[in-house]
């Protein structure tokens, strides 16, 4: 039996999903499991992070666990916690989403978000993997509104390319690791097969939607602003425009075969993406 955490988020739910489809046992867990649409057959257990009783109940009797603890780096260190908790209950195979650039000191605050779990799973004791994935081609749902309103995609990153990764691939990997101690003590960077700037993306997307997108840049003075107006918080906003500097200056756009190493195919391309979920854009 495998326990997912983030069971209903953009990467654990594609777990749960893929896994299911594959016959395995697995226990989603979620804050709100009355609210969880997850696949027929899925057990789906209340589990807080914060609450210690209710996440060792949901690691009892799993034989792999996978951790999705930072889920904003607003949040404080919540995935050394989770790590205990997963090893006190006997877990002995633990998956931990991560993100690129976890430790590269060139990123800014970025760079630390993961350390602390990173550190924690590595001396757990337990068969530990890390997947550190790229910009997720689902972040561009933000645009989804715009578009759909006639506006322009809005461009913080300049000409910055990065290697946008499907979220399908990332939990395909997840899959692979959560079934085999074959990759215990590996970090993964997972990262599509190419490097994609924000005009590029929208370029691609337009073809999807057999339209032109036109795009507005945003001088990189006014990201932080641009951000606070968009909902976030004075924190987030401070440390994401640390991290915008990074890509615009060319420092995320690495490209690795890692998916492909994990799963036997190449990784998806955006336009793949983009082609299966247009008619999100759409009103």
Known sequence: MIVITGATGTIGSEIVRQLAERGVKVRAVSRNPEAARLPEGVEVVRGDYLDPASMAAAFDGAQAAFLNGQVSIDDTDTDTALIAAARAAGV???????????????LGPFATWHMPGEKAISESGAAWTILRPSSFASNTLSWAEPIKAGQPVPNMTGTGAQGVVDPRDI????????????????IYTLTG????????????????????LEVADIP???????????????????????????VRRGGNTTVTRDIERVTGRAPRTYADWARDHAHLFTA
Not at 203 to 210: F, K, N, S, T
């Open 171 to 186: 939990a395909a990997v997840a899959v692979e690791v959560l079934l085999s101690d074959e990759h215990a003590g590996r």
């Open 220 to 246: 990189f003075d006014q990201v932080k602003a641009a951000l606070i107006a968009a909902g976030r918080t004075e924190t987030f906003a401070e440390r994401a425009t640390a991290g915008n500097a990074f």
């Open 92 to 106: 002995p195979r633990l998956v931990k989403l991560s993100a690129i650039g976890t430790g590269d000191t060139l």
């Open 193 to 212: 097969p190419e490097a994609l700037s924000v005009p590029e993306q929208a370029e691609i997307l337009g073809a999807a939607l057999g339209r032109r």
